[in-house]
């Protein structure tokens, strides 16, 4: 008799802890049932964290074991890159003093040795109640006609069906599901692989790295494409060459794979430098000394289905550059997880999978394709720093960075993981001493909800009269979506107004907004003055943050935040 569950998830890996781990948070009576196909301790890569995964850990109600855990600490990033061989450090600390408040670390991440990470979470899994299921094998997903309904595992040489309301795709690249419903549409520039090993006594130079704990990492281009060096435990480094697959596969036959790694290495000068007196050596849990990784950039064709939904490696990966895969991973969980949530709340009246799922696909595919054209402009030419600043500032103030921030400072944003970070953005940008979400909602649309919003004025602060007649300057294209709450385990249904404009310094792209703003600002035509629009709103008020503000000031801050930004023009 086949066992009942209201959520599956397929994988023990990052993803499938922490989705598993925040169902559970937000809704301890929901039965989760977790299947991992091996045998914790278990060697993977992936070892150092961004800025971001801090916020997710915390979320889960596990970061205070991963920091009792004693994994080294991360406090940054250095890159050597194009002609300029000076180093570029950029620190943590350097973006979160203006931060606000959030209940974590907020100036270090971690870097850590996966066998021990990965069975933290999932041991945290457990601890809140997740069902799991280790050391065993899904043999199959079963569906009800177009909907997935369950799976069957084999188990110590028993087979068992589990049923389930949802099932969460978190296999890796295994995709056990992924590969039932969809492609996997690789990138067509980017086609890499890694050959990396473990190094013991290497050096740790203070203006790369700072020093073992906190450290930062290094990553340096090459010849034939770049390196990371990685400290991950006292006196033990992780050094990977990435390379095109086609370099790889052109090497001399007659040259053994360790024999090809050392030499590669040692066309870096700085990494020649540090690795001169380092002993390679076998990582505990690692298949071999020297390992090969391939990296290829991919996102799955569709991320959801009627009854599932795809998250980490299963929906996707990048280029190891910027060292995102676990955050890609724990978004990945928390959006999924709180998506599910919300469809499975009775409280959430109207919520479908088309529009909760289809948000979630949404935000992923957002976060993909901003890192995926960082990528880009990282591969595809040599120059010096500050372009490569300004290509950053480029893509992510798209994603409403500020007008006036510095170039290193859009480049932090991005690299430390925050710069697309759809619905933290204002706390992500306030970093750099301005408000910047520029996206307004409330939960439910009820009359006293409240509202997350940033004040305009910093954006050139232009002042409307209150007899101005405001009228778009561009008509938007409007989308029903929804918006996770942070620390809620829901999302929100809000409206997606996206401006057709490449005038991206002056106002953003798109705004997030309730239904009642969003039908007010869609008919702004130049027929009614500011005091006339704000009078037929009815009296009322809704919160702002910690405090409650009247519905017609929140209006005529929109206003005055579209009008300053150009979205909106007066007659």
């Known amino acids: 008799m086949a066992e009942r569950f209201d959520v599956i998830v397929i994988g023990g890996g990052p993803a499938g802890s922490l989705c598993a781990a925040l169902l559970r948070r937000y809704t301890p009576a929901m039965r989760v049932a977790l299947v991992e196909r091996d ?4 060697y993977h890569i992936g070892e150092s964290f961004v800025l971001e995964v801090n916020r997710i850990l915390q979320d889960a109600g596990v970061l205070e074991k991963v920091e009792a855990a004693d994994f080294l600490r991360k406090c940054g990033a250095t890159y050597v890159w194009g002609t300029d061989r000076r180093p570029w450090p950029f620190l943590f600390s350097e973006s979160t003093g203006q931060r606000p408040h959030f209940a974590g670390i907020q100036d270090y ?38 909907r997935a309904a369950g799976i069957r595992l084999e188990r110590d040489g028993e087979t068992l069906q589990l049923d389930g309301r949802f099932i969460v795709d978190a296999s890796g690249r295994a995709g056990i599901l992924a590969h039932r419903i969809g492609n996997r549409i690789f990138d067509s520039l980017i086609r890499n692989l890694a050959v990396y090993g473990y190094w013991r006594n290497a050096e740790i130079d203070p203006e790369y790295n700072v020093g073992w704990n906190p450290a930062a990492i290094s990553v340096i281009s090459a010849p ?4 990371w060096y990685i400290p991950i435990r006292p006196g033990v480094i992780s050094v990977g060459y990435v390379m095109p697959a086609e370099t790889f596969r052109q090497r001399p036959r007659n040259v053994d794979l360790e024999t090809y790694y050392r030499n590669q290495l040692q066309s870096v000068p700085e990494v020649a430098k540090w690795l001169r007196d380092g002993e390679l050596i076998h990582q505990v849990h690692a298949p071999s000394r020297v390992m090969v990784e391939r990296d290829f950039n991919y996102l799955h064709s569709r991320l959801w289905g009627p009854g599932y939904v795809l998250i980490g490696d299963a929906a996707g990966f990048l280029d190891p550059l910027f ?8 978004t990945g969980a928390q959006l999924a997880a709180y998506a599910i949530g919300t469809l499975l709340d009775e409280r959430a009246v109207g919520a479908t999978e088309e529009l909760v799922l289809g948000g979630y696909e949404q935000h992923i595919r957002t976060y993909y394709g901003a890192f995926a054209a960082m990528l880009y402009v990282f591969y595809r ?4 720093r500050s372009e490569y600043w300004r290509a950053a500032r480029d893509l992510i103030q798209r994603e409403s960075l500020p007008a006036n921030i510095t170039d290193r400072e859009a480049f932090m944003a991005l690299v430390f993981g925050f710069g697309v970070n759809t619905y933290v953005f204002h706390e992500a940008t306030q970093h750099f001493g301005q408000v910047s979400m520029r996206r307004i909602f409330d939960m439910g649309n009820a009359e006293d909800a409240p509202i997350a919003w940033s004040d305009p004025g910093e954006f050139g602060g232009k002042d409307l009269d209150d007899e101005s007649r405001p009228v778009l300057a561009r008509t938007p294209v409007i989308s029903e979506t929804v918006i996770p709450i942070q620390g809620t385990g829901r999302m929100i249904p809000m409206r997606r107004l996206e401006f057709s404009t490449g005038d991206t310094a002056h106002f953003p792209r798109h705004v997030y907004a309730p239904d009642w703003l969003s039908e007010i600002v869609c008919k702004l035509d130049g027929s009614r003055t500011v ?11 809704v919160w702002f943050g910690a405090k409650k503000l009247e519905r017609r000031d929140v209006l005529r801050r929109t206003l005055r935040m579209l009008y300053s930004l150009g979205a909106v023009e007066t007659r």
Not at 39 to 42: C, D, E, I, N, V
Not at 531 to 539: C, D, G, Q
């Open 39 to 42: 045998r914790f301790p278990r």
């Open 109 to 146: 991440t971690f870097h850590v040795e996966r066998a021990d990470f990965d069975a933290l979470l999932l041991d945290h899994a457990r601890d809140l109640g997740v069902e799991v299921y280790q050391p065993a094998a899904v043999r199959e997903v079963l569906f009800d006609g177009e």
């Open 224 to 227: 034939e494409g770049w390196v």
């Open 323 to 330: 060292t995102f895969g676990v955050f890609m991973a724990a």
């Open 381 to 384: 030419f040599n120059g010096d």
């Open 531 to 541: 005091r006339e629009l704000t009078s037929v709103l009815a009296p009322g008020q």
